[in-house]
């Protein structure tokens, strides 16, 4: 609790950058807290994460999945918001422009296929996709800057989205997909996003999907197998402080141990006006080469 407490306050300088940097990542996970309010079960609070491609990685308790958590957190936020089709995550305050993630969209023709192995139409939509992901990894391959890989997604990715939305389009139509089928269900959710889907077409420095936020929320979803609860609502908040700076760190490359055994004992005495100059980002600016 005590270092919760200290890392607690470390966070204002990682939102801080993070809302300036103009695009941001959004996703959460379910994770139970022990409350008196609740005899008997656990509580199903939630962990909300919100991070960059490259920057700083937060995450905020809260004890429900409402509007509310994301609304208060991205208050004042202008830019781009990347996540699911979850409904919190829309209609949030004006300059955001909303991006949809191609892995979610994809999942959901992935389970049409384990479903339906003997259709070919959730194999062929699969199989649009992944060129739009070859596509992506040519660019990561050749190292391509923000600008170059806006131009290959304007001169060969947009093409392939537009054939996806033809087919999704025309499958979905077709008599013999039921409403309630799976693969009526992936065509539904594509279609429904369908307009955030095709953001990414816009914007080099945006991801394709929202893998970089899904890959630090993971240890979460991951560690709910192996501890039992978060002990109360008042540990909720430092627990989620510790996260963000071991998830912060990991995304800078910093060894978290090594950075909290320099920081850590710094921080009771440490001016608070001063304490940007803690964070792991400035911290490893100052570290030798």
Not at 92 to 108: F, K, N, Q, S, T
Not at 176 to 183: I, T
């Amino acid at each position: 609790m005590k270092v919760g407490g200290l890392a607690q306050a470390l966070i204002p300088s990682l939102k801080a950058d993070l809302m300036a940097g103009g695009y941001i990542q959004a996703d959460e996970t379910r994770v139970p807290c022990q409350t008196s309010a609740v005899r008997g079960r656990n509580h199903q609070a939630y962990m909300w994460e919100f991070s960059r491609p490259g920057g700083p990685v937060i995450f905020e308790f809260k004890m429900s999945r409402a509007r509310e958590g994301p609304r208060d957190f991205l208050k004042g936020f202008k830019g781009i918001l990347q996540s699911d089709g979850y409904a919190a995550y829309d209609k949030l305050g004006e300059g955001i422009e909303y991006v949809a993630c191609w892995a979610h969209a994809r999942r959901e023709f992935f389970r049409a296929h384990q479903l339906q192995e003997n259709d070919p139409r959730p194999l062929e939509i699969l199989g649009l996709i992944g060129k739009l992901y070859a596509l992506e990894e040519q660019a990561r391959t050749a190292g391509a800057t923000p600008g170059q890989r806006l131009t290959l997604r304007q001169e060969q990715s947009q093409l392939v989205v537009k054939q996806l939305g033809q087919r999704i389009l025309a499958i979905r139509a077709e008599g013999d997909v039921l409403p309630a089928s799976q693969l009526a269900k992936a065509c539904d959710y594509a279609l429904g996003q369908w307009t955030r889907l095709q953001v990414f077409l816009n914007h080099g420095h945006v991801e394709i999907d929202n893998n970089w936020c899904e890959n630090a929320i993971r240890p979460l979803a991951m560690g709910r197998k192996n501890w039992l609860h978060i002990g109360s609502e008042e540990a909720g908040p430092r627990v989620a402080a510790i996260v963000s700076v071991f998830e912060t760190c990991r995304r800078f490359d910093i060894n978290p141990r090594t950075y909290l055994l320099d920081v850590l004992p710094k921080m009771p005495e440490w001016s608070m006006n001063r304490v940007t100059e803690l964070s792991p980002m400035a911290w490893k600016s100052r570290q030798p080469a």
